[in-house]
């Protein structure tokens, strides 16, 4: 029986986006596991529909295979691959393709059944509208991404990766703010004083670290200068500047790297800064207090991770360690910045 009006919370309504969160993290980590095994490029073609089917034939593979090997990357990196070693980087495309269709349907079957029955709080239908484009958006940025690398490149152009990565952890965080929403019900009273602006500010530089991170990623930069502190021995690496400042920021290997040691430093600073104001401040609500320390904490955490990746070279198992930190910390920053602007 349906409700004649939606109610202002909905619990059910909060495990709904709390598990396609959790399955945006899934492929957040599958996504990134196809980048550092080399496989983004191993699927020529966006097939939305008909490519939910993989090669069931001898066939069918040979027919994916001649399409790969058409592309600038087998012809440049790894030309003379076997079809067992095409076949092994083709189902982690195709892997982290399939989750991309799972979360679709994961969000727009219950979506529509929840729209139906007037269950989703009526403040947060809009913001359920936007998430869903957001999500078929971010289908098409990841063969905008793809696309790039298909003729004059043999992997995609980092800030094409940047703006995929950046994307799935917009929606990651995005989906549990309003979990928190459905489940807890509207703000009775907004919170004042400098903890929200603070939680702000803290929470949009744990993004950007993110998006520094992406560029490091698309540049493979993870693999060289691979000491700490110094950079190949130096403070300031050499080779930062190249020809134009986009060049530079974006395609530098060097300076991708240098920034987001420098990102990793000021956010270190500021979490100190956190947890000292998070044990002193009494005044603060616990439940806020707390939430800053695992924030603080976390982020210490994945800075010393980072490190650890990078001075590994960057090994399959840390850097998926790695990302998934970050977007647990990007989480904890949610959680934190949702908290202060309730508390």
């Not at 990196?77 to 076949?87: H, L």
């Not at 690398?149 to 990651?172: D, I, K, N, Q, Y």
């Not at 991770?305 to 930190?325: E, I, N």
Request: hydrophobic share 55%; glycine share 12%.
């Amino acid at each position: 029986m349906r409700a004649s009006t939606p109610p202002d919370r909905s619990r059910t309504v909060a495990i709904w986006l709390f598990g396609v969160a959790a399955l945006v993290l899934t492929m957040v980590i599958v996504g990134g596991a196809t980048r550092l095994t080399g496989s983004g490029l191993s699927i020529t073609e966006w097939r939305p529909v008909t490519g939910a089917i993989p090669p069931l034939s001898q066939a069918q593979w040979m027919e994916e295979f001649e399409k790969y090997r058409a592309i600038p990357q087998y012809q440049q990196v790894n030309r003379g691959m076997s079809m067992e070693a095409f076949q092994f980087i083709y189902w982690w495309e195709w892997g982290h393709r399939f989750l991309g269709r799972l979360v679709g349907l994961a969000f727009a079957l219950p979506f529509a059944v929840f729209l139906f029955r007037r269950q989703i709080p009526q403040r947060l239908v809009g913001r359920c509208w936007a998430l869903f484009a957001l999500g078929g958006l971010q289908g098409l940025i990841g063969w905008w991404m793809v696309a790039s690398g298909l003729s004059e490149r043999v992997s995609v152009a980092p800030e094409r990766l940047m703006t995929h990565l950046g994307l799935a952890f917009f929606l990651l965080a995005a989906l549990l703010w309003t979990g928190l929403e459905a489940w807890n019900g509207p703000s009775r009273r907004p919170a004042r004083g400098p903890w929200p602006w603070a939680a702000l500010g803290l929470s949009v530089m744990v993004y950007l670290q993110i998006l520094l991170g992406a560029l490091v990623a698309g540049n493979d930069a993870g693999y060289v200068l691979t000491d700490w502190p110094l950079m190949d021995g130096h403070w300031f690496p050499e080779g930062y500047a190249s020809a134009g400042l986009w060049t530079t920021i974006a395609h530098s290997i060097p300076a991708v790297q240098f920034n987001h040691r420098i990102g990793a430093y000021i956010l270190c600073a500021c979490a100190a800064v956190l947890i000292v104001a998070c044990l002193r401040g009494r005044e603060a609500p616990l439940g806020l207090r707390r939430m800053g320390l695992a924030l603080g904490l976390g982020i210490f955490s994945q800075a010393a991770l980072g490190v650890w990746t990078l001075m590994s070279a960057t090994p399959l198992s840390l850097g998926l360690a790695h990302q998934a930190a970050a977007a647990g910390v990007l989480g904890l920053a949610t959680g934190f910045l949702w908290i202060a602007r309730r508390a």
